[in-house]
């Protein structure tokens, strides 16, 4: 596949800076590329390797030049870069039909345009919406609704109940729907509480590979439309994640929290449970957040707090050493003087 550079930046609304006839065959990193490849710079520690790259064009900020290379000048160069690779990368094309190895319910629904991949189980009442992709091994539950758009990669099981948006993507290893973690101690037992609830995932949203989303106790827990969630992530029952929101590897979200919408959490982050976290708060890595907050919010550490605080919290550690010694040296002054 090939485009010339004036193609490239019509299709992703760029402006063309040198020579736009040149032909660019595949998308590379600044550092590495070679004649034909097209490069892209979004962050300034790589803006250094511009003078040297031997790439045929870049897409760039319009705060950079070149004499030599074709810049294609963005407003927004990893937006940009996302349209290019797209160009290069197209989705790949599943023809509509079920494998016969599948193993489907005569009483679920599955439009005529979804793929059903080999070894995939579809239970009672489970629906399938149109142009959805289910690959091999999938489970998919007594009375679960698939939406229109979806694509489900190898692996993935959605248990019975769920309902899952349209344009929802889920990769590999993914379990929606698993018994939320509630037990009631009696007598020194852990009697297990029925979680009669369901999933529910709204439009737009992508789920990374190996992310556990259990079912709530009681109504849904619900991951809002158009967020993120990376690999490796631990959504609690009867949590609520708003709209837009990003969840990175390793996150723990522990049962009735609710994240507002747009909020970050960064990875690692672990939040405890019946908190409420404010729209468009961001979450730094490794923090532990044990208390509810407003919105607008940048939280680190843990115990979480306002990063201002934070910070000066930690630099009041740093310095401890040194004020201890300081502390001993005037508590010495102080008893010389009252033996004086």
Known sequence: MQFTAREIAEKIGADVSGDDSVILTRLSKIESA???D???????????????SKASAVIVGHHLVSENLTLLIHDDPYFAFMK???????PKIYPPGIHPSAVISENASVDQTAHIGALVTIEDGAKIGANSVVLPNCVIGKETRVGNDCILYPNVTLYHGCIIGDRVIIHSGTVVGS????YATHDGVHHKI????????????????NVTIDRATLGETLIGEGSRIDNLVQIAHNVTIGKGCILVAQVGVSGSTRLGNYVIAAGQAGIIGHLDIGDRTVIAAQSGVSKSFGSDKVLLGSPAREMMKAKKTEASVRRLPETLKRIKQLEDKIRKLEKD
């Open 34 to 36: 070679v004649p034909g």
């Open 38 to 52: 097209l490069s892209f710079i979004a962050n300034k520690k790589y803006e250094r390797y511009l003078d040297s």
């Open 84 to 90: 290019a690779a797209r160009l290069f990368n197209p």
């Open 179 to 182: 018994d939320g973690f509630g």
């Open 194 to 209: 029925p979680q009669v609830g369901i999933v529910h995932i709204e439009n737009d949203v992508e789920i990374g590979a």
